[in-house]
């Protein structure tokens, strides 16, 4: 629900706050450019909605509206009838580190996730941890770099390698231990959305569950920042409603990922998913949440994992999530997505082409944007 409030009616904020609180809501303030700011009601308002004529007889209140969109949490611009509408801000995700850094999806700058597929031995994770910082000092873009690590793998074949489980987040809480930096791992199952999510930093929704309804909700309830990927055969809007079904829970720490479509895949490397880069554009269009790109998943094979993330880059994403090994030798040793990991001093190169762009070619960007209006 959207409440349309006079502005400086502090008690009635209140008010309808305490009653938000009730019903498992919580209220999004914007401020409007006339004298009144809208109160937009955050998470399923239908028993909240119920209250209709209470709220509309609170003092300083000229209107109640349902939206009429299928995604009203997420949604970038929220409609109404009779042309109603409620513009609202792009979101920033935090995630904060041991080192006191709050790594900022959609603060403006990009956002380097980087690790190994999976973690499978603490000297490996270690290694690579290590050297993300190093990544980081070198570039003074510390506050910027996150790991990755998933310890519960999806694997289309059950004799294939699955993680290390309960074990790999161990190794991941290490690593951010000697490290500081904050870690996102894979979450699978409803039922672990507790226990993973007290260790980890961000929850990974992967591909194959992205539209597991029960999980994705879990995910909402618990509230800690998540990472949801495209399912590989979703439609853009398909996803919006993923998130939603998340932020419905009244969580709205989502990040977007688009990580490709499966496509007519080439046996021999090049090309394992479809990037659909335009999707990127349209879901900073559409909705508020910030969006990365995963050129690992994209790419499947390590050769072309630059160029995919240089393109994305041409489409203003918040970030990225890349999958690295420390060194080349490692590669035989990692037992899931080894083709398309990118060795860490590579991916140091990759990551000063992004800040280049960044720097030299994405103000360019937006001011073309700009003119044609579509920013
Ligand atoms: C992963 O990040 O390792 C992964 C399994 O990703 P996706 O769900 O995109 O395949
Ligand atoms: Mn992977």
């Not at 930096?181 to 194959?208: F, S």
Request: hydrophobic share 40%; net charge neutral.
């Amino acid at each position: 629900m959207i409440i349309e409030l006079e502005r400086g009616r502090q008690a009635t904020l209140d008010q309808i706050r305490d009653l938000a609180v009730r019903f498992g809501n919580r209220v999004e303030l914007s401020e409007g450019t006339g004298v009144y700011d809208t109160v937009h009601i955050i998470g399923d308002s239908r028993e909240f909605a119920s209250r209709e004529s209470y709220i509309l007889g609170l003092p300083g209140v000229r209107a109640a509206w349902q939206p009429t969109g299928g995604y009203k949490n997420i949604a970038r611009v929220v409609r109404g009838n009779e042309g109603k509408a409620l513009h609202r801000e792009r979101r920033v995700v935090e995630v904060k580190g041991l080192d006191g850094k709050a790594r900022r999806f959609g603060g403006g700058k990009h956002i380097f996730v980087c690790g190994p597929d999976s973690p499978q031995t603490l000297e490996q994770t270690l290694a690579t941890a290590r050297m993300a910082r190093e990544v980081g000092e070198k570039f003074g873009i510390l506050d910027r770099v996150m790991l990755r690590g998933g310890a519960f793998k999806p694997r289309t074949r059950p004799t294939d390698w699955r993680g290390l489980g309960m074990k790999g987040i161990a190794i991941m809480d290490a690593a951010r231990e000697e490290t500081g930096l904050p870690y996102v791992t894979e979450v699978m199952d409803q039922n672990l959305v507790e226990q993973i999510g007290a260790h980890a930093d961000m929850l990974q929704i992967g591909t194959r569950n992205a539209q597991n309804f029960d999980l994705l909700e879990a995910v909402g309830r618990f509230g800690k920042p998540a990472i949801l990927k495209r399912g590989f055969g979703n439609e853009a809007e398909e996803w919006f409603y993923s998130a939603e079904y998340i932020a419905n829970q009244g969580n709205l720490d989502i990040v977007l990922c688009e990580r490709g479509m499966k496509t007519l895949y080439t046996k021999g490397g090049y090309c394992r998913n479809q990037p659909d880069l335009n999707a990127c554009t349209f879901a900073r269009k559409q909705t508020i949440l910030p969006i990365i790109f995963d050129p690992s998943h994209v790419a499947g094979d390590h050769r072309i994992v630059a160029e995919n993330l240089m393109a994305a880059c041409g489409h203003l994403v918040d970030g990225s999530i890349t999958e690295t090994v420390h060194t080349e030798a490692w590669r035989r040793e990692q037992l899931c997505d080894a083709g398309q990991a990118l060795v860490m001093d590579q991916y140091s190169i990759l990551v000063e082409a992004v800040l280049e762009y960044e720097t030299h070619v994405a103000p360019k960007m937006k001011a073309i944007l700009r003119m044609l209006g579509t920013d």
